[in-house]
């Protein structure tokens, strides 16, 4: 599969300023841009002989998908943004932002890119806009997008920006598999007995808690039990007053799932002012397992494990390897054994 005339050849490829790039790789193989992508992605969602293909178009042109190349629009600079789309305070409260990034930050040092986190007020589309435009960044990685929030994207940008949660599928997404562990950590608790189960959920716009307040409504559903929803936005304040408010209503219920670390902290923490024994009197069950700095030593709390490193590590190398291709991934829970179990609810 030669490159075609010498000049070109010498060069390494037909690419502007000698350098190939993914389009030429495409071409060589008789494939699309977004074809090569997933074959740099290592995406499963290729046949074996087309990837094979691609691969062998790369070596033979000499493409290396290195930090310039992986500038994605030739000039653009060698920072990924990890946009958290979220309240002040969150950043400190939830330490799933500080996993992604560590995470995307380590993978980006091996290719020779950098990361930067920067917080966006919910609904501020010109901040979003302005990072866009940023001729320094070479791509965006949103955590938790609202549904308007990828309207604010020219589509030139959004070929460079991967969202963590699914919202939109013109823009490529990594996620935990959402229903899966949302049913796996309410099977558990039914397992143990606990059938009046809250659910504490941030806001309705974010994707994963709209998937997983969905498996909770159908689980809920499918063992006759009513709906028990607690909605806060994603800190612990607000949380923690919304969950009193519906102690005082309704009582306390027999366990708590609670979407995400910063909700299951402010969930043990009005427990304990309510006298209640975490793992006895109430199971409590997490998501994601970050570490839990502000639980007490002892605290009988389960999670379901998300492998937020390597959703962080997944979007990063979609952004690198030049046009994220729209694909749409979900991962499967880390661990869906929980570390640290709730008793079973006792007869009568």
């Given at each position: 599969?030669?490159?075609?005339?010498?000049?070109?050849?010498?060069a390494?490829?037909?690419?502007?300023?000698?350098?190939?790039?993914?389009?030429?790789?495409?071409?060589?193989?008789?494939?699309?841009?977004?074809?090569?992508?997933?074959?740099?992605?290592?995406?499963?969602?290729?046949?074996?002989?087309?990837?094979?293909?691609?691969?062998?178009?790369?070596?033979?042109?000499?493409?290396v998908?290195?930090?310039?190349?992986?500038?994605?629009?030739?000039g653009?600079?060698?920072?990924?943004a990890?946009?958290?789309?979220?309240?002040?305070?969150?950043?400190?409260?939830?330490?799933?932002?500080?996993?992604?990034?560590?995470?995307?930050?380590?993978?980006?040092?091996?290719?020779?890119?950098?990361?930067?986190?920067?917080?966006?007020?919910?609904?501020d589309?010109?901040?979003l806009?302005?990072?866009?435009?940023?001729?320094?960044?070479?791509?965006?990685i949103?955590i938790?997008?609202?549904?308007?929030?990828?309207?604010?994207?020219?589509?030139?940008?959004?070929?460079?920006?991967v969202?963590?949660?699914?919202?939109?599928?013109?823009?490529?997404?990594?996620?935990?598999?959402?229903?899966?562990?949302?049913?796996?950590?309410?099977?558990?608790?039914?397992?143990?007995?606990?059938?009046?189960?809250?659910?504490?959920?941030?806001?309705?716009?974010?994707?994963?808690?709209r998937?997983?307040?969905?498996?909770?409504?159908?689980?809920?559903?499918?063992?006759?039990?009513?709906?028990?929803?607690?909605?806060?936005?994603?800190?612990?304040?607000?949380?923690?007053?919304?969950?009193?408010?519906?102690?005082?209503?309704?009582?306390?219920?027999?366990?708590?799932?609670?979407?995400?670390?910063?909700?299951?902290?402010a969930?043990?923490?009005?427990?304990?002012?309510?006298?209640?024994?975490?793992?006895?009197?109430?199971?409590?069950?997490?998501?994601?397992?970050?570490?839990?700095?502000?639980?007490?030593?002892?605290?009988?709390?389960?999670?379901?494990?998300?492998?937020?490193?390597?959703?962080?590590?997944?979007?990063?190398?979609?952004?690198?390897?030049?046009?994220?291709?729209?694909?749409?991934?979900?991962?499967?829970?880390?661990?869906?054994?929980?570390?640290?179990?709730?008793?079973?609810?006792?007869?009568?």
């Amino acid at each position: 599969m030669a490159a075609g005339g010498g000049s070109a050849s010498s060069a390494g490829g037909p690419g502007r300023g000698g350098r190939p790039t993914v389009e030429d790789v495409a071409a060589a193989a008789g494939v699309s841009r977004a074809t090569v992508s997933r074959v740099l992605n290592g995406s499963p969602r290729v046949l074996p002989a087309t990837r094979e293909r691609v691969l062998e178009a790369a070596a033979e042109l000499g493409f290396v998908p290195s930090a310039a190349a992986r500038a994605l629009a030739g000039g653009r600079g060698d920072r990924v943004a990890v946009v958290a789309i979220s309240h002040p305070g969150c950043l400190e409260e939830d330490r799933f932002f500080g996993t992604v990034t560590a995470a995307a930050a380590q993978a980006a040092g091996e290719i020779g890119l950098g990361v930067f986190l920067r917080r966006v007020a919910p609904g501020d589309f010109g901040a979003l806009r302005a990072l866009a435009a940023d001729r320094e960044i070479a791509g965006l990685i949103v955590i938790n997008p609202g549904r308007g929030a990828l309207g604010a994207l020219p589509a030139a940008v959004a070929r460079r920006t991967v969202t963590l949660g699914a919202c939109a599928p013109e823009v490529a997404a990594v996620d935990v598999d959402n229903p899966r562990a949302t049913r796996a950590a309410l099977a558990h608790l039914t397992a143990l007995g606990r059938r009046r189960v809250t659910l504490v959920v941030g806001p309705g716009d974010l994707p994963c808690v709209r998937e997983r307040t969905e498996a909770y409504h159908a689980h809920q559903a499918a063992i006759g039990q009513p709906d028990r929803l607690v909605r806060a936005r994603l800190g612990m304040p607000d949380a923690a007053r919304a969950l009193e408010t519906s102690f005082d209503l309704d009582g306390p219920p027999e366990a708590i799932f609670a979407a995400g670390d910063g909700l299951a902290d402010a969930v043990i923490e009005v427990c304990r002012r309510r006298g209640l024994r975490v793992g006895d009197d109430v199971t409590v069950v997490g998501f994601d397992d970050e570490p839990p700095p502000r639980r007490p030593a002892g605290t009988a709390y389960a999670a379901v494990r998300s492998p937020v490193p390597a959703i962080a590590t997944a979007a990063l190398r979609m952004i690198a390897s030049g046009d994220t291709g729209a694909e749409q991934r979900r991962l499967p829970p880390a661990r869906i054994g929980l570390r640290a179990v709730g008793a079973a609810k006792r007869p009568g």
